[in-house]
Nanobody, 127 residues
């Protein structure tokens, strides 16, 4: 499964960007999709995840560093998972990755619990 992450770019501090993640040529039949980022010289950091539960609402999780600023969402057809990023800060500058898991694995914040990864998209926030 090939994941494609796109939507990165250059934005001023306080601005917004929306990232999208798509599974090339197919819908997200996986159970969860996560967003991570990695800044130069740092480890890959969990940002947010969405897990389809099969019920009326999906499970969502956010890192404290982005809670209240970032919003994860998916279309009803499960073709894309978006990450709306608001009030961006220079420390948000990083390469952003989406990842997908074929199973309901916990915790969703763990890098090792994802089976497929997108190529990454660069987000640069200027001060």
């Amino acid at each position: 499964v090939q994941l494609q992450a796109f939507g990165g770019g250059l934005v001023q501090a306080g601005g917004s960007l929306s990232l999208s993640c798509a599974a090339a040529g197919r819908t997200f039949s996986m159970y969860s999709v996560g967003w991570f980022r990695q800044a130069p010289g740092k480890e890959r950091e969990f940002l947010s995840a969405l897990m389809w539960t099969g019920g009326p609402s999906n499970y969502e999780d956010y890192a404290d560093s982005v809670k209240g600023r970032f919003i994860i969402s998916a279309d009803s057809a499960k073709t894309t998972v978006d990450l709306q990023m608001n009030n961006l800060k220079p420390e948000d500058t990083a390469v952003y990755y989406c990842a997908a898991s074929l199973q309901r694995r916990w915790p969703v914040r763990t890098v090792e619990n994802y089976d497929y990864w997108g190529q990454g998209t660069l987000v640069t926030v200027s001060s």
